[in-house]
């Protein structure tokens, strides 16, 4: 079957070159998009003819095939480590749920606009795309999976090869392609991010909406410039080409006009996790129910945009995202879990259909449904401000028992530096107890995630074994990334993601009847036990009722209970 791939590849290739690059969906007049074979081939051609263009092999994915990154770069110096003082770089994802493939075939026009000279090449912005991410749902194409969706013709699936969607998997990296996207974000470092989609949701005039990384959470002058300043100009610049856009309408069969908050990119999502690297990132959703053209013609333009509003500011760009950098590697507290804060909202004029709740001809019930012929412009309220529930404070490193490479190897991968200890040292440590925490019940991406996890904090002096510890140093430029992944509380920490899940059970235990006598000798030596045992009979009846339970908790409050439960494994360093 590959070797036929590469046959079809190799033929696409050649036949392209000869071509003048044209692509399918615009010799399908505006109904079809480009298989992944075609992508590459595509590409490939363009990288030959055109030395501004380069496309390379950077990791396998789940489907078999490797993951590519092609780079528009008409300077002739190529390092990009020599290029980053006076170029700013944007990173295009596309096709990560391959059903939504607008961007993939926005973005092969787009390069060869620039490659050929039919639109001016930016001097000071250098374009680097993953031309098709989700390559095992590519090659599932068919055209009935995305019910809601107006084209084009066929598409592929937003599961990949091993059905994980891929858009949930950027702090756990179960996939190889997410593996390799954190290989290659390490080796570009973009400083702007669009990851190209297609909504699911209400009905309404527009067929582009944004969603910007949430720019509290982004924080310090990086969030603020996303909101007053990179938001605004991209809206300007589209507005300039005759294109009208609203942020994301996050709603679930309910009317947009009742108002509607900001979507909240957690690190799981692509923009979530380039915002720990303080990245101005952005997903584009192109309207579902809006031909496959306009959506299409929509995201080039928008792309454009951005890429002119990047070569406009790319000295400031530069400047808010270095003071980001200090402003959280100096920082005494971080905030983690952010909600919405509903006693703030702003207005602002949407374009919708009129909504109404009419009876089904389906089920007899209550539907939705929009007339498309009452379109309206009003003010609707909505709400972009979030707030933190929880603020810790910054240790100034983590040691984390070689044991647990499964952490240790993900943070190598996402290039945080650290150290196997040489030496045996004592030293105080906090430690962390899990006191509480909550799991979902059905499976989500493969895992029974944790959810409010609360944890216990006390510090003790520990013995740290020569090389069987790694220290990580959070003042280091992959700070945010270590703290949401390594602090337990964080909604997208390994903890949550089941990282821990060992020490979640009790290993050793006690039979009744040899625990009772020893049980008894342990009260009678320890008179504060056995006062606070008492007082707990006397306060809780089910547990005065509960023999069992009575001789667990003894247990628990002896020496012979196991210090590894519930006992997070990874210590910090005040």
């Known amino acids: 079957m590959k070797k036929i791939y590469l046959l079809l590849t190799l033929f696409l290739h050649c036949t392209l070159h000869s071509q003048d690059f044209t692509t399918v969906f615009e010799t399908s007049e505006g109904t079809e998009t480009a298989t992944y074979a075609q992508v590459i081939a595509y590409y490939q051609g363009l990288a030959k003819k055109y030395p501004s263009i380069t496309i390379t092999e950077e990791g396998m994915t789940d489907s078999g095939y ?8 008409p300077n002739k110096e190529k390092d990009l480590n020599k290029l980053r003082k006076d170029h ?87 996939t190889r392609n997410a593996r390799a996207f954190a290989g290659i974000y390490q080796k570009i470092q973009p400083d702007v991010f669009i990851d190209n989609h297609v909504s699911n949701g209400a009905d309404y005039q527009y067929t582009l909406t944004h969603l910007f990384t949430q720019h509290n959470k982004l924080g ?16 300007d610049g589209l507005q300039a080409k ?24 957690s690190p799981r ?56 950098f200090k402003a959280f590697e100096t920082a005494a507290t971080y905030e983690l879990n952010w909600e919405v804060d509903t006693t703030k909202s702003r207005t602002f004029d949407f374009k919708g259909f009129e909504g109404s709740f009419i009876e089904s001809e389906v089920t007899g019930q209550e539907r939705l449904y929009y007339d498309r012929n009452k379109p309206f412009t009003r003010p609707v309220e909505y709400q972009d401000e979030f ?32 150290e196997l200890i040489s030496q045996d040292m004592d030293t105080e440590a906090e430690i962390y107890h899990i006191e509480d925490y909550k799991t979902r019940n059905n499976a989500y991406e493969g895992h029974y995630t944790h959810f409010n996890t609360k944890v216990r904090a006390s510090t003790e002096m520990t013995h740290f074994e020569k090389g069987r510890y790694y220290r990580v140093n959070t003042r280091q430029p992959g700070i945010r990334y270590i703290l949401e992944v390594l602090e337990p509380q964080a909604v997208d920490s390994f903890f949550n993601w089941n990282f821990f899940d060992t020490i979640l059970q009790q290993k050793e235990g006690f039979s009744p009847y040899v625990w009772e006598d020893k049980a008894n000798e342990l009260l009678m030596k320890d008179s504060d036990l056995k006062a606070a045992f008492e007082a707990k009979k006397n306060t809780d ?34």
């Open 220 to 235: 310090y002058e990086a969030g603020d410039y996303v909101q007053n300043k990179m938001m605004p100009g991209l809206i």
């Open 88 to 174: 700013r770089i944007l990173l295009i994802n596309n096709g990560i749920h391959p059903g939504e493939p607008d961007g993939i075939d926005a973005t092969m026009m787009m390069l060869r606009d620039f490659a050929s000279g039919k639109i001016a090449a930016p001097k000071h912005t250098i374009i680097a795309t993953i031309p098709l991410y989700n390559i095992g749902g590519s090659l599932n194409r068919n055209s009935t999976s995305r019910t809601n969706q107006n084209g084009p013709v066929a598409y592929g699936f937003r599961g990949n090869a091993r059905n994980y969607d891929l858009n949930r998997d950027f702090i756990k990296s179960d």
């Open 242 to 265: 005759s294109w009208d856009i609203t942020p994301y309408v996050n709603v679930f069969n309910q009317v947009p006009e009742k108002g509607f908050s900001q979507f909240l990119d």
């Open 66 to 73: 490797p993951l590519h990154l092609v780079i528009y770069n």
């Open 541 to 574: 009846e089910a547990f005065a009722k509960n023999w069992y339970a009575q001789l667990n908790w003894l247990h628990k409050h002896s020496p012979n209970y196991e210090k590894a439960h519930l006992k997070y494994p990874v210590y910090r360093l005040r």
């Open 269 to 324: 999502y692509s923009t979530g996790y380039t915002t720990l690297w303080n990245t101005l990132g952005m997903m584009v959703e192109t309207h579902m129910l809006k031909p496959y053209k306009p959506r299409v013609e929509g995201t080039y333009d928008l792309m454009i945009a951005m890429i002119d509003f990047t070569e406009a500011n790319y000295k400031k760009i530069l400047e808010v995202r270095n003071a980001n």
């Open 387 to 418: 707030k933190a529930s929880v603020s810790i404070e910054i240790p100034e490193a983590y040691m984390i028992p070689v044991g647990w490479h499964n952490v240790i190897d993900l943070l190598k991968l996402n290039g945080i530096a650290m």
